[in-house]
Nanobody, 124 residues
Framework: QVQLVESGGGLVQAGGSLRLSCAASGRYDMGWFRQAPGKDREFVAAITWSARSTYYAESVKGRFAISRDSAKNTVYLRMNSLKSEDTAVYYC?????????????????????WGQGTQVTVSS
């Protein structure tokens, strides 16, 4: 059974940094999504199982970096220059049954397994 365990959320001041981790029980195409109060869940970043391709939402490009440690089956989301609008619950997700490419990696319907979510709060 595939499991995703997230960690690393917390409270940080605007301009600060956090790193989220998502440990999976296998190697899959992985994505990070977030959901702010009263808003729909939105795509943040994705990385293919080989780490050859990464994808970012325009709102985080240049500030966030997704990476993976294949030996540990762990995906990271490094978040720099955090803004109050980054405040949300962050979810990691795995595409278990298929590979994603291009725009498909940005679609939450691509992902079959979701983590429990971790809260990120950025104070201004």
């Amino acid at each position: 059974q595939v499991q995703l365990v997230e960690s690393g959320g917390g409270l940080v001041q605007a301009g600060g940094s956090l790193r989220l981790s998502c440990a999976a029980s296998g190697r899959y195409d992985m994505g990070w999504f977030r959901q702010a109060p009263g808003k729909d869940r939105e795509f943040v970043a994705a990385i293919t199982w080989s780490a050859r391709s990464t994808y970012y939402a325009e709102s985080v490009k240049g500030r966030f970096a997704i990476s993976r440690d294949s030996a540990k089956n762990t995906v990271y989301l490094r978040m720099n220059s955090l803004k109050s609008e980054d405040t949300a619950v962050y979810y990691c997700a795995a595409s278990i049954w298929s590979y994603c490419s291009g725009i498909g990696c940005r679609d939450e319907n691509q992902y079959d397994k979701w983590g429990q979510g971790t809260q990120v709060t950025v104070s201004s």
